[in-house]
Every structure is written in structure tokens, then in C-alpha cells.
């Protein structure tokens, strides 16, 4: 089933676009610290907290893996419960510490205006680009919380396995937008962008054999990088 995206008052496309946009995102994320990444650069700066929890999580499993030979069963669960709400408390601390909680990874991915259809002012929009990110593993479980737009899917590159992130399409957008806007797009088709706004939720609770690394979604945009114009979004969460 094809998505479909609507076209914002042309007013605010002309003329109000960059500062209502400035001033939405001010008024949803007053405290909010946002980065702006290309894919390479995107996918470092979340393997650097993969690396992180994965370390974590291993030391932790291995710590409570089997009762020791002098420890009664007893003492046993007495200990994993402890090691296990230690490792909690540390986790929160790091994501106090690096404030995880307010940082926001915006992700730029390149947006192909494929074909407008001038009859029915349609912009067929296709986003072939794609970020790396951590693959699951037995220790960590790395995914996206379910949205409409934004997932992550597994290949093999160079005969390694590789999971990424990007635009669900099926297989293009189609995008409703009157023609000078959509000339306006077309002029600056370098420039033309998915904003993916994300933020990582490393809180743990209730572990068993594996921790969580969650890539949250929360909204998309149809932007130009040049004039910073938001032609659509979607708030996804």
C-alpha cells in the first residue's frame, strides 16, 4: 500500500517555512540537544553506545551465568538480583552522564524526486540510502520501535552481514504538492533530504539472557539541507 504525503499550506512553504519550523521544534524540544549526521558519521556515533552496553551486558551475563561451587542456590538469586540492578543503576548513569535523555541523532538521507505528474500533482519520491547500525546479537537486541516510515532491514555486503536504516517506501512516496512548490523542490534536487530525527533508549528492565538497544524514531521530514524548507513531516512518536 502506497503512503502518501501532504502538501503544507503554500504559505508556510513560501515564506514561514524555516521559522515555523525553528519555532515548533523550539516549543516541543526546549531542552533538546540535536546532531546532524551524514550515514558514515551516524552509524560511529551509535556504534560508540552499542559498544558500550554490549561490554556491559556481556560482563554482566558472564557474572551471573552459574552459582559458584560454594554458593547455595539461595545466595545465588540473592546475587544475580543484586548484579543485575547494579548493572541498571550503572546504565542510568551513563545515560545521565553522556544525557542521552535530551540528545536527539538526526539522520540526513538523499531524497530522489523520481517524476511529477503534472496532471494529478503527484512527486513519486524514492530514498535508495541507507545507514549502518548495530546487528543483534545474542547479548543485545538492537531495533526500531514500529512506525510507518522508518525501519531497519538485514543484508550481506562484502560477505558480512549488515543491518540498516532507512525510509520504508513501497516502493515510492507519493507525494501531493501543487507545481510551483514542486519546481521550487526540483530546482534544488542535491539538496533535498529525509530528515529522520532519532534518539537511543538504553533503559533495561526485566533481563533474562539480553539487553535492549532501542533506535526510536521520532519524526520524518521532507527537507532541503540548503534552505533548511520542511516540505512534509510526520511525527512517528
Excluded at 119 to 126: G, L, P, T
Excluded at 161 to 178: A, F
Aim: glycine share 2%; net charge neutral.
Amino acid at each position: 500500500m502506497k503512503k502518501t504525503l501532504v502538501l503544507l499550506p503554500l504559505l508556510l512553504m513560501l515564506g514561514l517555512a524555516a521559522v515555523g519550523a525553528s519555532a515548533q521544534n523550539a516549543a516541543k524540544l526546549p531542552s533538546f540537544t540535536e546532531e546532524v549526521f551524514e550515514p558514515e558519521a551516524f552509524t560511529k556515533a551509535l556504534k560508540e553506545e552499542w559498544f558500550f552496553l554490549k561490554d556491559e551486558t556481556e560482563s554482566l551475563l558472564k557474572s551471573i551465568e552459574k552459582r559458584g561451587e560454594f554458593e547455595t542456590s539461595v545466595e545465588f538469586d540473592q546475587r544475580v538480583v543484586r548484579t543485575k540492578a547494579d548493572f541498571i543503576k550503572r546504565m542510568n548513569d551513563h545515560i545521565k552522564e553522556k544525557k542521552l535523555f535530551r540528545r536527539v541523532f538526526t539522520l540526513l538521507l538523499k531524497a530522489n524526486l523520481d517524476s511529477y505528474d503534472a496532471d494529478k500533482e503527484v512527486y513519486s519520491i524514492s530514498c535508495p540510502e541507507m545507514a549502518e547500525v548495530p546487528y543483534n546479537i545474542p547479548a543485545v537486541l538492537c531495533y526500531v520501535p514500529t512506525n510507518d516510515y522508518v525501519g531497519l532491514s538485514d543484508t550481506v555486503a562484502n560477505g558480512y552481514r549488515e543491518t540498516r536504516i532507512g525510509v520504508k517506501l513501497t516502493p515510492q512516496l507519493q507525494w501531493h504538492v501543487e507545481r510551483p512548490v514542486a519546481m521550487q523542490a526540483n530546482g534544488d534536487q542535491a539538496n533535498m533530504f529525509f530528515r529522520i530525527r532519532l534518539m537511543l533508549d538504553l533503559r533495561q528492565s526485566d533481563i533474562v539472557s539480553q539487553t535492549k538497544f532501542r533506535i526510536v524514531a521520532k519524526d520524518i521530514a521532507l527537507y532541503n539541507r540548503n534552505t533548511r524548507t520542511v516540505y512534509w513531516k510526520e511525527v512517528l512518536q
